[in-house]
C-alpha cells in the first residue's frame, strides 16, 4: 500500500469513529498534511489535529489529537484514545524523544496531567518524528501504541488558526 493511502487509511478511521459524537456534517476538513489532518467542528466550536496510531493491538482504533476549544480558553490539549481499556491504577506514559510523560487517564483515554504538560508535549511533538503511548490493559500486559508525526506540526497550526476567530 503506498504511503499516501495508508496515511489517509490512518486519518479516516479515526474520523468515522469520532463521527459517532457529532454529525459528519459538522465536522470541516482544514488539510491533510502527512499523517495528520486538522478539521475544525463549528457546532461546538473546536478546532483539532488528529492521527491514527501506526497499528492497533487492541479493541480500540487508537489515535491522537490535541484540540482547541475557543469558548473553553483551551489550546494545545493533548488526548490519546488507547488501543486497548486501561487496568484500574495504570499509569501510561507517552516517549517524545526520550523523554517520559506520565500521562493520566481511565477507560481508554489518556491526557496531559495539566495545561504545562500539554505544552511541552506539543513542543516536543514539533521536534521530532514519533512518539508512543505506553500502559497496561485490563489484563495486566503491557501494550505500546506509536505514532508518526509526520505533519503534525502542520496540522496543530491548521487547527490553531481554524478556531482563531471563534470567540
Same mark, same amino acid.
Given at each position: 500500500?503506498?504511503?499516501?493511502?495508508?496515511?489517509?487509511?490512518?486519518?479516516?478511521?479515526?474520523?468515522?469513529?469520532?463521527?459517532?459524537? =457529532?454529525?459528519?456534517?459538522?465536522?470541516? !476538513? &482544514?488539510?491533510?498534511?502527512?499523517?495528520?489532518?486538522?478539521? !475544525?467542528?463549528?457546532?461546538?466550536?473546536?478546532?483539532?489535529?488528529?492521527?491514527?496510531?501506526?497499528?492497533?493491538?487492541?479493541? +480500540? @482504533?487508537? +489515535?491522537?489529537?490535541?484540540?482547541?476549544?475557543?469558548? @473553553?480558553?483551551?489550546?494545545? @490539549?493533548?488526548?490519546?484514545?488507547?488501543?486497548?481499556?486501561?487496568?484500574?491504577?495504570?499509569?501510561?506514559? &507517552?516517549?517524545?524523544?526520550?523523554?517520559?510523560?506520565?500521562?493520566?487517564?481511565?477507560?481508554?483515554? =489518556?491526557?496531559?496531567?495539566?495545561?504545562?504538560?500539554?505544552?511541552?508535549?506539543?513542543?516536543?511533538?514539533?521536534?521530532?518524528?514519533?512518539?508512543?503511548?505506553?500502559?497496561? %490493559?485490563?489484563?495486566?500486559?503491557?501494550?505500546?501504541?506509536?505514532?508518526?508525526?509526520?505533519?503534525?506540526?502542520?496540522?496543530? %497550526? =491548521?487547527?490553531?488558526?481554524?478556531?482563531?476567530?471563534?470567540?
Amino acid at each position: 500500500m503506498s504511503r499516501y493511502c495508508a496515511s489517509v487509511r490512518r486519518i479516516l478511521i479515526p474520523l468515522i469513529l469520532l463521527s459517532l459524537a =457529532a454529525p459528519i456534517s459538522a465536522k470541516d !476538513s &482544514l488539510g491533510v498534511f502527512d499523517d495528520w489532518g486538522a478539521f !475544525s467542528d463549528p457546532a461546538v466550536p473546536r478546532c483539532y489535529a488528529i492521527a491514527a496510531a501506526e497499528k492497533s493491538s487492541g479493541g +480500540y @482504533q487508537a +489515535y491522537a489529537d490535541v484540540g482547541t476549544w475557543p469558548r @473553553q480558553g483551551v489550546r494545545g @490539549q493533548v488526548h490519546f484514545r488507547l488501543s486497548r481499556a486501561l487496568a484500574n491504577g495504570s499509569r501510561p506514559s &507517552l516517549s517524545l524523544r526520550g523523554t517520559r510523560y506520565p500521562l493520566t487517564g481511565g477507560g481508554a483515554d =489518556a491526557w496531559a496531567l495539566d495545561k504545562r504538560a500539554d505544552a511541552a508535549i506539543v513542543a516536543a511533538m514539533r521536534s521530532t518524528d514519533s512518539m508512543s503511548v505506553t500502559a497496561a %490493559d485490563r489484563a495486566g500486559r503491557r501494550f505500546t501504541d506509536r505514532y508518526s508525526l509526520r505533519g503534525a506540526a502542520t496540522a496543530m %497550526d =491548521a487547527a490553531t488558526v481554524g478556531c482563531a476567530r471563534v470567540k
